[in-house]
């Protein structure tokens, strides 16, 4: 018999409207001897039934809700559904010869709480960020692999090999320890080779950042791009160059990338090489905090038709929420101040806790200190391969502008 996990007086109102998480301070008590990773259903105190999902004691989610159909069971036939529905959402990308990596599951967002699938040419990468999905993940990994065959019947890529990378903090809240390696197949090589939008990648899938690649930014650069021709950029955060590949297919007159890790920016250099222009004479790589180098360029009277700001994520939590904004402010202001007039600025935030609408909010106090006049251009959002479900604003993280700043 399935355990239930009672919910307290007043406190099923987000379960009636499919948000996904149930934090502890929600539940009056759990009736039966369900162990942590367990299915669970969650009912109301005179009984009713709402929902049905993993319980994990040890995290402050302590229920994902997976089901809110009685009558669904979360078996092998439940997990092999969800991954076929997420899989055929996404046969425009994967069909596409010009682009050769995408998300394919996205946690919540595609009913699989926890379970993060990318695809980067013949691998797949994956994250398993719940303890209840960590349960399945011998299962789930037979039916995204090589292993069993195709998701679904329209086989549109083949799959050498299922690598983890589940070597993520956030793996510690759910009593997990990290983890990665091969789970199928083949390992994949020290840098695989991506198509995206028809220009070619290198991406470290074993020791990159999330998965290797900010594949929620892949339409964002198309777009970005468009407004860099003939232009000086200077690309903030560069990691391993995707912006500055786009802008110099685009014709950038030069483009300046500023990151902390040389290693990303070594890695910059070849994918700036894959695009087989032959005058590279414009590219330049600073090794150095954004934050200083924005400084150092102002300082120097150094000016730059537009700028680029793809920082990391800057809040974890709310506690670090006033310190993230500030941050943002700061670096903003300060590109405001590095552009020559009619510049292009082109910024980005991935925290979460940072609204779209708090983020604009930054964006006009940073214009007010920098006193310049900026306007807004286009508003930017992650991929369409990461959907964001209405039920789940936190599902909602990656926000941008592009801004002329007069």
Not at 78 to 97: K, N, S, W
Not at 338 to 345: A, C, D, F, S
Request: with cysteine.
């Amino acid at each position: 018999m399935v355990s239930q996990v009672i919910l307290k007086p007043g406190r099923d109102k987000p379960v009636r409207q499919h948000h996904p998480w149930i934090f502890s301070g929600a539940v009056a008590r759990v009736k039966g001897d369900a162990a942590d990773g367990d299915v669970v259903d969650v009912i109301v105190s005179d009984g009713e039934w709402l929902a049905r999902g993993f319980i994990n004691r040890k995290s402050q989610i302590v229920v994902r809700l997976f089901t809110w159909r009685e009558d669904e069971a979360i078996d092998r036939e439940f997990f092999v559904r969800r991954l076929a529905h997420a899989y055929e959402a996404r046969m425009g990308i994967l069909a596409d010869p010009g682009t050769s990596a995408c998300r394919l599951v996205n946690a919540e967002s595609d009913g699989l709480p926890g379970l993060i699938v990318d695809r980067y040419d013949g691998w797949l990468v994956t994250q398993f960020l719940a303890l209840g999905m960590e349960r399945w993940k011998e299962e789930i990994v037979k039916q995204i692999g090589p292993i069993v065959g195709p998701i679904v019947a329209r086989r549109v890529f083949f799959v050498q090999g299922v690598y983890d990378r589940s070597d993520v903090e956030v793996r510690a809240k759910e009593g997990l320890p990290q983890a990665m390696g091969v789970l199928a197949g083949d390992e994949p090589p020290d840098l695989v080779e991506i198509r995206e939008n028809g220009l070619s990648f290198l991406v470290d899938v074993k020791r990159g950042h999330k998965t290797g690649f900010y594949l929620d930014q892949r339409d964002n650069r198309r777009k970005v791009a468009a407004y860099l021709r003939g232009r000086e950029v200077l690309n903030c955060f560069a990691y391993t160059g995707a912006f500055a590949v786009y802008a110099m297919a685009a014709g950038a007159k030069r483009v300046t990338n500023v990151d902390t890790s040389a290693q990303a920016l070594e890695l910059a250099r070849k994918n700036v090489d894959l695009t087989g222009l032959l005058d590279l004479s414009g590219l330049e790589y600073v090794v150095g905090d954004v934050f200083a180098e924005l400084r150092h360029f102002r300082a120097e009277g150094r000016m730059f038709d537009a700028v680029i700001l793809d920082p990391p994520k800057f809040a974890q939590n709310d506690r670090q929420l006033k310190r993230a904004a500030r941050g943002y402010q700061d670096i903003n202001r300060v590109a405001m101040n590095i552009l020559r007039p009619g510049g292009i600025l082109a910024t980005f935030s991935c925290s979460g806790l940072v609204s779209p609408d708090l983020f604009q909010k930054i964006i006009f106090s940073a214009s007010l200190e920098a006193e310049r006049e900026v306007q807004i251009v286009e508003k930017l959002g992650q991929a369409s391969d990461h959907p964001i479900l209405v039920t789940l604003p936190e599902s909602e993280y990656l926000k941008g502008f592009v801004c002329r700043v007069i």
